[in-house]
């Protein structure tokens, strides 16, 4: 019987194992070193100048794209266009819904998310049901008639630059005023991203496609999207390098359109 | 012949330096145990993670949070703010934390109101969390959806108008008038009056109800377009339903309600765990009942 320890007799063996054990210590040792060199700069440079370090910003980003493939492409799409059906964001706009795109507000919605049942979350508003007895389930507002709703779908598409009757938007206009849209959507229908009431004359839509049936759903079933809260799914490394990588892509459309 | 040697001198150099060097470990160790038993300090970590800004009492402050509590107070990013300002947030961070600890130790969850009701719905929120960062996939929600017609349905609206007779011969021979095509100024004629119960036009079904009475509106949710309903008696008087337009609920398609679907969903896994995470804590939880209170 041929002992199996037999090849450990052979000199030439044994530095071979020595070897090929000192390379994946020295290659794990490598790869710890690397991580850790690259948390100690990301953790310690404000992200807003991080495109001063460009080795590190784009390791970052190369390490967050790889993060965002496998945790956030399932909703938001492997290119971050977004999922209107689903109300899943386009991230490669400047049109934020929270803040303002700064790399810090895009990791604390990663880490507690949006109307995720972290307390730390977005979870200030959400999008009454008009079309229903109690369209708001945090306080009680009165529901809207079928007409207000098909005045107030006019009144939106005129001001995101769409085809509707101008009479019916003339009363959706008096609607909005009336009824308290203004108080999330703001007077000039501009939005909020304190509060995550999106812009509603910029032609982006968050739900559907801006036909009047959408914005119709929106106004009558309301709406409320979810993003979960990552905090326990991704290491503080992990989620700002995410953020990061989406950062660069809302920079990257930002510089396409201009 | 040389003399016997004493069994100590008789252990070699390196023997020796060994037992030394077993000495001071021993020493060392019995010191660092003797002060972290006494000071709390022998489980402090000396070293900071980067993702963190600082440990108080090994619990971190993480970075990120330090961040966004300097943009909140001040408007501007970390780098845009002064020393000052920075120490001024992680100052009031630390008195957080370390008065959140301070809290725990004296048992504040047991005493103070609030605590406990955070507490209570930051359990719940937990479970919540679970269940939303659940994958979900589309078979899940389609399925959801056909299981629940009754949640997708869109809100049936009425347009309808309203004459009300002070008596039941009046009510019908305006009802007759009516279905023959008679126009609304012949029936007023007749002596009804134009009801004050819903005057605004088109109206969901909820708002229908309402406004007309559950009487009224059940009779007119079967009416269809143009059909003049049969005397119906109110408080008011009799009233004759001629239905403009009805149109009754339908389902609404799945493909402009996803989100809702996939929210729903959601909710559903969330009240699920709610339930058995509360019944696994009742199991798990030893509760002693005083006689009569079971």
């Given amino acids: ?258 | 012949m040389k003399p016997a040697q004493s069994p100590s001198s008789a252990l070699a150099p390196d023997s020796r330096r060994s037992l030394i060097l077993c000495a001071i470990g021993a020493v060392a160790g019995l010191g660092l145990a003797g002060m972290g038993l006494f000071t709390a300090q022998g489980t402090r970590t000396s070293h900071v993670p980067p993702e963190d800004i600082a440990l108080v009492n090994g619990v971190p402050i993480l970075v990120s949070d330090y961040e966004t509590q300097v943009r909140d107070l001040y408007g501007v990013s970390l780098s845009q703010t002064s020393r000052q300002q920075r120490k001024g947030v992680l100052a009031s961070m630390i008195r957080e934390e370390i008065y959140v600890q301070r809290g725990v130790e004296l048992g504040m969850q047991n005493d103070v109101i609030e605590v406990r009701s955070a507490l209570v719905a930051a359990v719940e929120g937990q479970q919540t969390v679970n269940a939303i960062a659940a994958p979900v996939d589309s078979s899940e929600l389609l399925a959801f959806y056909k299981a629940h017609p009754d949640k997708y349905s869109s809100e049936g609206t009425i347009d309808l108008d309203d004459y009300v007779a002070p008596d039941a011969s009046k009510a019908q021979a305006a009802t007759t008038a009516l279905r023959a095509g008679q126009p609304s100024q012949a029936i007023i004629a007749m002596g009804l009056k134009p009801g004050s119960r819903m005057t605004d036009g088109s109206e969901y079904y909820f708002a229908a109800e309402a406004h007309l009475g559950k009487p009224l509106f059940t009779v007119a949710r079967d009416l269809k377009d143009g059909q003049v309903s049969d005397p119906v008696q109110a408080e008011d008087g009799w009233h004759v339903l001629v239905m403009r337009r009805n149109s009754p609920p339908v389902e609404r398609p799945y493909d402009t309600l996803k989100d809702k679907v996939l929210q729903d969903v959601r909710e559903d896994k969330a009240a699920r765990l709610h339930t058995a995470a509360e019944g696994f804590l009742r199991k798990r939880a030893d509760i002693l009942y005083a006689k009569g209170a079971e």
């Fill in chain 1, 1 to 258: 019987m041929v002992n199996s320890f037999s090849i450990l007799k052979k000199p030439f063996a044994i530095a071979f194992l020595v070897l090929l054990a000192a390379a994946c210590l020295f290659s794990a040792a490598a790869f710890f070193w690397s991580r850790h060199e690259l948390s100690v700069a990301l953790f310690q440079t404000d992200p807003e100048n991080l495109e001063n370090l460009p080795d590190v910003s784009a390791s970052a980003i190369r390490s967050g794209q790889a993060v965002f493939r496998k945790n956030c492409a399932a909703c938001h799409g492997a290119n971050a266009h977004g999922e209107p059906a689903i109300g899943a964001p386009n991230l490669t706009d400047r049109d934020f819904l929270y803040g303002d795109g700064h790399v810090i507000e895009i990791e604390q919605t990663i880490r507690y998310g949006i109307r995720s049942g972290n307390s730390r979350g977005w979870d200030l508003a959400s999008m009454p049901a008009y079309a229903t007895p109690h369209p708001y389930s945090k306080y009680e507002i009165p529901s809207l008639s079928p007409g207000d709703i098909d005045d107030l779908t006019a009144y939106i598409r005129r001001i995101s630059h769409q085809d509707a009757e101008l009479a019916a938007a003339e009363r959706g206009r008096a609607t909005y005023r009336d009824k308290g849209c203004w108080d999330c959507h703001t007077m000039d229908a501009g939005g909020d991203s304190a509060i995550g009431a999106p812009n509603l004359t910029d032609g982006i839509w968050l739900h559907g496609d801006g036909s009047a049936q959408s914005i119709k759903n929106s106004i009558s079933y309301g709406r409320g999207g979810q993003m979960p809260a990552f905090n326990t799914q991704l290491t503080p490394l992990e989620t700002r390098t995410v953020a990061l990588y989406v950062a660069s892509l809302s920079r990257a459309g930002e510089k396409n359109t201009q």
